[in-house]
Nanobody, 119 residues
Framework: QVQTVESGGGLVQAGGSVTLSCSTSGIFDTINAMGWYRQAPGKQRELVAITTSGGSTDYGDSVKGRFTITRRNALNTMALQMNSLKPDDTAVYYC?????????????WGQGTQVTVYS
């Protein structure tokens, strides 16, 4: 099994910053990608940021230039630095880790952490 846990989040004023952390553990061979997704009330889950084993990163259009994803390979952890937060960033943020077991890919999701931005 693979376990993924997020931490961080909370209540923050618009314009402020928050850092989310994610760690994964369990039985797997390698990590293919780690990413952050978010879901606001009444909306679909959307990609926030993702980083692959090859070192590439990608961001959702609404967060480009404000959020930064970093990964610490040796520790199987990842962070999301969120700056210049807006009320529209309010959502539950989920960590996703895609791992290889042999030649098969598996997705592991965290339980989610709430980020609320007030103006």
């Amino acid at each position: 099994q693979v376990q993924t846990v997020e931490s961080g989040g909370g209540l923050v004023q618009a314009g402020g910053s928050v850092t989310l952390s994610c760690s994964t553990s369990g039985i797997f061979d390698t990590i293919n990608a780690m990413g952050w997704y978010r879901q606001a009330p009444g909306k679909q889950r959307e990609l926030v940021a993702i980083t692959t084993s090859g070192g590439s990163t990608d961001y959702g259009d609404s967060v480009k230039g404000r959020f930064t994803i970093t990964r610490r390979n040796a520790l199987n952890t990842m962070a999301l630095q969120m700056n210049s937060l807006k009320p529209d960033d309010t959502a539950v943020y989920y960590c996703n880790v895609r791992v290889y077991r042999g030649y098969e890919l598996f997705d592991s999701w965290g339980q989610g952490t709430q980020v609320t931005v007030y103006s």
